[in-house]
């Protein structure tokens, strides 16, 4: 049973590139949550989906940044024209349906650090 | 305005002791309250959950109290181990909609 999966581990890109960040969530969830941690700094939520929904997009910067889950296929976090502040490191988690229970609990992947040149 | 806090940046003790982190909000109601551990380089990892009538949740060597009154949770791991030095990260349900973490406490285990 896989855990979360985010892919690239590691993405260089220069400054006015694009950023695509993918992540496979654990088999039966179907919440998805990306978060961007600085150095030194906690976890800053950025957007949470359902399959084809975007339940909460309150922590996404208003231009450049979009997310998507689609039916099939992993979570995208894509990041347009990328600056230096974008850098840091991404974090995917994944939660089962919140039926109540475990449904509060969210497994990470482990991350995707961007660097931006 | 909302806010999150951990007691402090870095906390050092002695294998062996207690080590207590501080978890204080602001401005928010949780349904429960949550523990995580991040090791350098990797995501957190779940530890304990708490709900809000539940005043006490223990896990082997961890414990946690959540305190909705004072708006705080205390996290307790007992005979700690270098194997324990990590970062620690509480996080509060914002009313069922998202996660908001604090700023976490990096623990050192002294051998």
């Known amino acids: 049973n896989a855990g979360v999966m985010q892919n690239p581990r590691h993405l260089v890109r220069r400054r006015g590139q694009e950023a695509r960040l993918r992540c496979s969530p654990m088999?039966?969830?179907?919440?998805v949550y990306w978060y961007r941690q600085l150095p030194e700094e906690g976890l800053k939520f950025m957007v949470y989906?359902?399959?084809?929904?975007?339940?909460?997009e309150s922590g996404m910067p208003k231009e450049r940044f979009s997310a998507e889950f689609p039916k099939e296929g992993p979570s995208i976090l894509r990041i347009q024209q990328v600056v230096r502040g974008d850098s840091a490191a991404y974090f995917c988690?994944?939660?089962?349906?919140?039926?109540?229970?475990?449904?509060?609990?969210?497994?990470f992947g482990p991350g995707t650090r961007l660097l931006v040149l | 305005s909302q806010k999150i806090e951990q007691n402090s940046e870095a906390l050092n003790i002695q294998e062996g002791k207690t080590a207590t982190l501080t978890c204080n909000y602001t401005?928010?109601?949780?349904?429960?309250l949550q523990w995580y551990r991040q090791d350098p380089g990797r995501g957190p990892v779940f530890l304990l959950l708490?709900?809000?009538?539940?005043k006490e949740k223990r896990k082997e060597r961890l414990k946690v109290t959540f305190d909705t009154t004072l708006k705080q949770s205390l996290f307790h791991i007992t005979a700690s181990q270098p194997a324990d030095s990590a970062t620690y990260l509480c996080?509060?349900?914002?009313?069922?909609?998202?996660?908001?973490f604090g700023p976490g406490t990096r623990l050192s285990v002294l051998p």
């Open positions: 708490i709900r809000e009538n539940e």
């Open positions: 989906l359902q399959k084809e929904n975007i339940i909460d």
């Open positions: 401005n928010y109601s949780p349904a429960y």
């Open positions: 988690a994944s939660s089962p349906p919140k039926t109540g229970g475990e449904g509060e609990t969210q497994y």
């Open positions: 996080a509060i349900d914002n009313y069922g909609q998202n996660f908001v």
């Open positions: 088999k039966g969830h179907s919440h």
